[in-house]
């Protein structure tokens, strides 16, 4: 009854979807009804809806059954009814891709697109270039010139649409209705014209020069639609891009002449490439920037907002050329309109002064509550922001952002917060106790299972090396009593490294994680039965090791080599050193100034260690290298060894095994009237590296990549680890048919000269993370310590010292020393990783400033011969 009451109501207040319940068997049986005579559009149109609404709701129907109805539905064309036809051209471009022998229609709707209903002939023409493959594409070809040029607007503007469409299954019969393209930009209609450019273009995108001359053409002629325009704009600057052209280029003087036009689209446009272009300068940025300034004073909203978004994302790159634009955004932080008043404050806080900091953050708070969240997370990534910039403000905006996390919120929202205060106490050690007590304070009522196991990860990482560490523990141990299991056993954890760092709270953690042993989930009875076990030894490398550092190694290269020790029995212990490394994470983050686009802070992580693994499995399949033992590493970018423009494209992959190195080179034939065969890289140095093997790529074809291997032995000598190579590509050249691909010749043995490549230190060291570095080189002890003093002449900073001397050795950075605190004359430089071998490495550099650099670099390693190649890295 009460179902059949909100119905009703529904009904009444003219809500509700009719079609909620739709069954698709009694839909198709419905379908009968096009069968019969005379033909009753208006319900025959709803018929044809409930199909529609099927379809489009992600509704299964078989072949057989669209079939059957799609047979049906060309009765329905004896109607002249304006809207059933319209609907049945609908449907038919639905099933298309269902039905079977949908070519039935082709003959029906050839005759509606050159009927003379002109209300039929557009989507007509839409319908059979759907159903249209490249074999019945020249049947209707002088039909389709003939749209093209039709006086009919809507019968014009379906031709070229359907035409880009139809050029990805026949792009050779399209291009040649290039002369009524052309006939068509043209045009009178602002669609048409848009329509028949984007044609062109289409059609001429794979040669730069003619689409370099379509746009200086119509650049010098002036187009009426302003979407041509906007299309314009966009084909010049991916040119401006693929050329790197700079200013002076005349695509970029359109591009800036567009500014000037009358339309407020195509300023916008234009504008906005400029804004986004790669490398503009800010005398280049000054007219886009001043165009926005003007619209942000726009009575229109959507102008309003769209130029106050753009300036946001100017303020991430070149935040002193939006200062100018500074007073018109504290104007639109009153705006009624939300979402401009949020990226105005967001903008603002990238590009106003220090002292303007605490003013912004008031004005902020006024209206945080009428925003949603998405619009949050923007505000919290401005503030994050801000903090780098200003890190002594991070008092009032680590108070601030507390604030927010008491609020109500989503997990987005909460957990954009949480890694803004967690950012800001890994960059600004004056932060770190401030942010922890707020981290600690929001797990107390934290309702998110992934967001409480992050703080308690956090809180066992930092916490034990803070002032006072005891204070934590209450927050900790609060969770073992109160949480659920996953959130139990990160905070057993959180405590075994407290109790592993903390020599005076060893024995009161070791109480606390007994009484976890009659935990319920086996989980945490497992974690704490360990902890304790590993504690009570009282032994640091032991804790280091098993607490505090954890293993380094690859979950899927672990799986894959204890599968492997099953299959083949032996009496001899499994040895980890077998087990690849998790190597470390390349994290590119992107602030989200667009919530338009991306609400949420849009992370894109790219991990190196799944790339390893497919090279592993990659090479594994390789006969010749199954008896080079595990792969070691393999470098995270490719060397380039030709330029992208040559006629051969060849890039270099390094794998470092324990006592050779593999080179990958990937080949590519840029050439379609030549085929290569027996491609091999012969490789020669006089550094004492020896050629074991070459293994060539059987054949390559124009345009598809093929994969040749050198493998090279190491030295026996241990202090050879670098060298450079010249590399020669040998390959026999067959000339071919371009189109066929078919070889005219028994061809010739020919050589290409690539470019060097060489062998560093980094390519015999992995990196690793090592949480706690202190009691990592306590654990490694000074047996193999070697220590030694550098003058770094030729670098003149402490910041280029670091990231060069982080380059030569291919380490890890740890407790974030990379990060140089800003007028320090001097600093600390911690580095940790294994050598090729499964050797550890850490590295401990002072850094002096006093002209030029002084270092003086010590070196610990369970390898003497590991510590003297580390150590003479950088000299």
């Given at each position: 009854?009460?179902?059949?009451?909100?119905?009703?109501k529904?009904?009444?207040e003219?809500?509700?979807?009719?079609?909620?319940?739709?069954?698709?068997?009694?839909?198709l049986?419905?379908?009968?009804?096009f069968?019969?005579?005379?033909?009753?559009?208006?319900?025959?149109?709803?018929?044809?809806?409930?199909?529609?609404y099927?379809l489009?709701?992600?509704?299964?129907?078989?072949?057989?059954?669209?079939t059957?109805t799609?047979?049906?539905?060309t009765?329905?064309?004896q109607?002249?009814d304006?809207i059933l036809?319209r609907?049945?051209?609908?449907?038919?471009?639905e099933m298309?891709?269902?039905?079977?022998?949908v070519?039935i229609v082709?003959?029906?709707?050839?005759?509606?697109?050159?009927?003379?209903?002109?209300?039929?002939?557009?989507p007509?023409?839409?319908?059979?270039?759907?159903?249209t493959d490249?074999?019945?594409?020249?049947?209707?070809?002088?039909?389709?010139?003939?749209?093209?040029?039709?006086?009919?607007?809507a019968?014009?503007?379906?031709?070229l649409?359907?035409?880009?469409h139809?050029?990805?299954?026949?792009n050779?019969?399209v291009?040649?209705w290039v002369n009524?393209?052309?006939?068509?930009?043209?045009?009178?209609?602002?669609?048409?014209?848009?329509?028949?450019?984007g044609l062109?273009?289409?059609?001429?995108?794979?040669?730069?020069l003619?689409?370099?001359?379509l746009?200086?053409?119509?650049?010098r002629h002036?187009?009426k639609?302003p979407?041509a325009y906007?299309?314009?704009i966009?084909?010049a600057?991916?040119?401006?891009?693929?050329?790197?052209a700079?200013?002076?280029?005349?695509m970029f003087?359109?591009?800036?002449?567009?500014?000037?036009?009358k339309s407020e689209m195509v300023?916008?446009?234009?504008?906005?490439?400029?804004v986004?272009?790669?490398?503009?300068?800010a005398?280049?940025l000054?007219p886009?920037v001043?165009?926005?300034?003007l619209?942000?004073?726009s009575?229109?909203?959507t102008?309003r907002?769209a130029a106050v978004?753009?300036?946001?994302?100017?303020?991430?790159?070149?935040?002193?050329?939006?200062?100018a634009?500074?007073?018109?955004?504290?104007?639109l932080?009153?705006?009624?309109?939300?979402?401009?008043?949020t990226l105005?404050?967001?903008?603002l806080l990238k590009?106003?002064s220090?002292?303007?900091?605490d003013r912004l953050?008031k004005?902020?708070?006024t209206?945080?509550?009428?925003i949603?969240?998405?619009?949050?997370?923007?505000?919290?990534?401005?503030?994050?922001?801000?903090c780098?910039?200003?890190p002594?403000?991070h008092?009032?905006?680590?108070?601030f952002?507390?604030?927010?996390?008491r609020?109500?919120?989503?997990?987005?929202?909460?957990k954009?917060?949480?890694?803004?205060i967690?950012s800001?106490?890994?960059?600004?050690?004056?932060?770190?106790e401030?942010?922890?007590?707020?981290?600690?304070?929001f797990?107390?009522?934290?309702?998110h299972?992934?967001?409480a196991t992050?703080?308690?990860h956090?809180?066992?990482?930092?916490?034990?090396?803070?002032?006072?560490?005891s204070?934590?523990?209450?927050f900790i141990?609060?969770r073992?009593?109160?949480?659920?299991a996953a959130v139990r056993?990160a905070?057993?954890?959180?405590?075994?490294k407290f109790g592993a760092?903390?020599?005076?709270?060893m024995?009161s953690?070791?109480?606390l994680?007994?009484?976890?042993?009659?935990?319920?989930?086996?989980?945490?009875?497992?974690?704490s039965a360990?902890y304790?076990?590993?504690?009570?030894?009282k032994?640091m490398?032991?804790?280091s090791?098993?607490?505090?550092?954890?293993l380094?190694?690859?979950?899927?290269g672990l799986?894959?080599?204890l599968h492997?020790?099953?299959l083949e029995p032996?009496?001899?212990?499994?040895?980890m050193?077998?087990?690849?490394l998790a190597?470390?994470p390349?994290?590119?983050?992107k602030?989200?100034a667009n919530?338009s686009a991306?609400?949420?802070?849009?992370?894109k992580e790219?991990q190196?260690?799944?790339?390893?693994?497919i090279?592993?499995?990659q090479l594994?399949?390789?006969?010749e290298?199954?008896?080079?033992?595990?792969?070691?590493?393999?470098?995270?970018?490719?060397?380039?060894?030709?330029?992208?423009?040559t006629e051969?494209v060849?890039r270099?992959?390094?794998h470092?095994f324990?006592n050779?190195i593999v080179?990958?080179?990937?080949c590519t034939n840029?050439l379609?009237?030549?085929m290569?065969?027996n491609?091999?890289?012969?490789m020669e140095?006089?550094?004492?590296f020896?050629?074991v093997?070459?293994?060539?790529?059987a054949?390559?074809?124009?345009?598809i990549?093929?994969t040749?291997y050198?493998?090279?032995?190491v030295p026996?000598?241990p202090?050879?680890?670098?060298?450079t190579?010249?590399?020669?590509?040998?390959?026999?050249?067959?000339?071919?048919?371009?189109?066929?691909?078919?070889?005219?010749d028994?061809?010739?043995?020919d050589?290409y000269v690539l470019?060097?490549?060489?062998?560093t230190?980094?390519d015999?060291?992995q990196?690793?993370?090592?949480?706690?570095?202190?009691?990592?080189?306590?654990?490694?002890?000074?047996?193999n310590?070697?220590?030694d003093t550098?003058?770094?002449?030729?670098m003149?900073?402490?910041?280029?010292a670091?990231?060069?001397i982080i380059q030569?050795?291919g380490?890890?950075?740890?407790?974030r020393t990379?990060?140089?605190p800003?007028?320090?004359?001097?600093?600390?430089?911690l580095l940790?990783?294994?050598?090729?071998?499964?050797f550890?490495?850490?590295v401990?550099?002072?850094?002096?400033l006093?002209d030029g650099?002084?270092m003086?670099i010590?070196v610990r390693?369970?390898?003497?011969?590991?510590s003297?190649?580390?150590?003479?890295?950088?000299?």
């Amino acid at each position: 009854m009460h179902m059949l009451r909100r119905d009703k109501k529904e009904d009444e207040e003219g809500g509700g979807n009719p079609f909620q319940n739709l069954e698709k068997s009694s839909v198709l049986q419905e379908a009968r009804t096009f069968n019969e005579t005379p033909i009753n559009p208006r319900k025959c149109g709803l018929i044809l809806t409930k199909i529609l609404y099927l379809l489009n709701q992600g509704d299964h129907i078989g072949t057989m059954e669209a079939t059957e109805t799609f047979f049906a539905m060309t009765k329905l064309f004896q109607s002249k009814d304006i809207i059933l036809r319209r609907m049945v051209y609908l449907c038919i471009k639905e099933m298309a891709n269902i039905a079977e022998d949908v070519i039935i229609v082709t003959s029906s709707l050839t005759k509606d697109m050159t009927g003379r209903e002109d209300q039929f002939r557009a989507p007509a023409i839409r319908a059979l270039c759907k159903i249209t493959d490249s074999t019945m594409l020249q049947s209707i070809e002088r039909y389709m010139k003939q749209a093209i040029v039709d006086k009919q607007h809507a019968v014009s503007s379906a031709a070229l649409a359907s035409s880009l469409h139809l050029m990805k299954a026949s792009n050779e019969v399209v291009k040649r209705w290039v002369n009524e393209a052309q006939e068509a930009v043209n045009s009178d209609s602002i669609m048409v014209q848009y329509h028949a450019l984007g044609l062109l273009y289409h059609i001429r995108k794979t040669d730069k020069l003619a689409v370099s001359k379509l746009v200086s053409k119509f650049s010098r002629h002036s187009l009426k639609s302003p979407y041509a325009y906007c299309l314009l704009i966009r084909i010049a600057t991916k040119l401006l891009e693929e050329e790197g052209a700079g200013s002076e280029s005349p695509m970029f003087e359109f591009v800036e002449s567009c500014l000037r036009h009358k339309s407020e689209m195509v300023i916008y446009e234009a504008a906005h490439a400029i804004v986004n272009m790669k490398h503009t300068t800010a005398k280049e940025l000054a007219p886009a920037v001043s165009v926005l300034q003007l619209f942000c004073s726009s009575p229109k909203p959507t102008l309003r907002f769209a130029a106050v978004r753009t300036l946001n994302k100017v303020a991430m790159k070149h935040p002193a050329a939006v200062t100018a634009c500074n007073l018109d955004l504290e104007n639109l932080i009153t705006d009624v309109n939300r979402s401009i008043a949020t990226l105005a404050i967001t903008t603002l806080l990238k590009t106003g002064s220090e002292s303007s900091v605490d003013r912004l953050m008031k004005q902020i708070s006024t209206f945080m509550s009428e925003i949603s969240d998405e619009f949050k997370i923007v505000v919290v990534d401005a503030i994050r922001s801000l903090c780098l910039k200003f890190p002594r403000k991070h008092g009032i905006m680590m108070n601030f952002l507390s604030s927010m996390l008491r609020d109500e919120g989503g997990y987005d929202y909460k957990k954009a917060i949480v890694d803004t205060i967690i950012s800001i106490l890994e960059d600004n050690p004056e932060a770190k106790e401030a942010g922890l007590a707020h981290l600690c304070e929001f797990i107390e009522d934290c309702e998110h299972t992934v967001l409480a196991t992050k703080i308690l990860h956090l809180l066992g990482r930092e916490g034990p090396r803070t002032l006072t560490p005891s204070k934590y523990i209450r927050f900790i141990y609060n969770r073992v009593i109160l949480e659920n299991a996953a959130v139990r056993a990160a905070a057993v954890t959180a405590l075994a490294k407290f109790g592993a760092h903390c020599e005076d709270l060893m024995q009161s953690i070791l109480v606390l994680l007994q009484r976890c042993l009659m935990d319920s989930d086996d989980e945490v009875r497992d974690r704490s039965a360990y902890y304790v076990s590993v504690i009570k030894k009282k032994q640091m490398a032991l804790s280091s090791m098993y607490i505090l550092n954890g293993l380094q190694v690859s979950i899927v290269g672990l799986e894959r080599a204890l599968h492997q020790y099953t299959l083949e029995p032996s009496e001899k212990p499994f040895d980890m050193k077998v087990v690849p490394l998790a190597t470390q994470p390349i994290t590119e983050q992107k602030t989200a100034a667009n919530p338009s686009a991306a609400p949420t802070k849009a992370t894109k992580e790219k991990q190196a260690a799944s790339t390893q693994d497919i090279y592993a499995d990659q090479l594994g399949r390789v006969p010749e290298f199954v008896g080079l033992g595990p792969l070691f590493k393999s470098s995270p970018q490719p060397v380039e060894l030709t330029e992208s423009e040559t006629e051969y494209v060849v890039r270099c992959v390094k794998h470092t095994f324990s006592n050779h190195i593999v080179f990958q080179f990937d080949c590519t034939n840029t050439l379609s009237d030549q085929m290569l065969e027996n491609v091999t890289v012969q490789m020669e140095t006089g550094d004492g590296f020896e050629i074991v093997r070459y293994i060539p790529a059987a054949e390559l074809k124009y345009g598809i990549t093929g994969t040749t291997y050198t493998c090279v032995q190491v030295p026996d000598d241990p202090s050879l680890v670098t060298g450079t190579f010249t590399c020669t590509m040998k390959f026999v050249v067959k000339d071919c048919d371009p189109n066929t691909g078919e070889p005219d010749d028994e061809g010739y043995e020919d050589e290409y000269v690539l470019e060097d490549v060489e062998v560093t230190v980094a390519d015999h060291v992995q990196k690793v993370m090592k949480p706690n570095f202190a009691a990592s080189w306590e654990e490694l002890g000074p047996e193999n310590e070697l220590e030694d003093t550098y003058a770094l002449s030729s670098m003149k900073t402490l910041e280029e010292a670091v990231k060069n001397i982080i380059q030569f050795m291919g380490l890890q950075p740890c407790e974030r020393t990379d990060k140089v605190p800003e007028g320090k004359s001097s600093h600390t430089l911690l580095l940790a990783g294994v050598y090729r071998g499964g050797f550890d490495v850490l590295v401990r550099s002072k850094l002096a400033l006093n002209d030029g650099v002084t270092m003086q670099i010590t070196v610990r390693s369970n390898d003497p011969h590991a510590s003297e190649v580390i150590a003479a890295a950088v000299g």
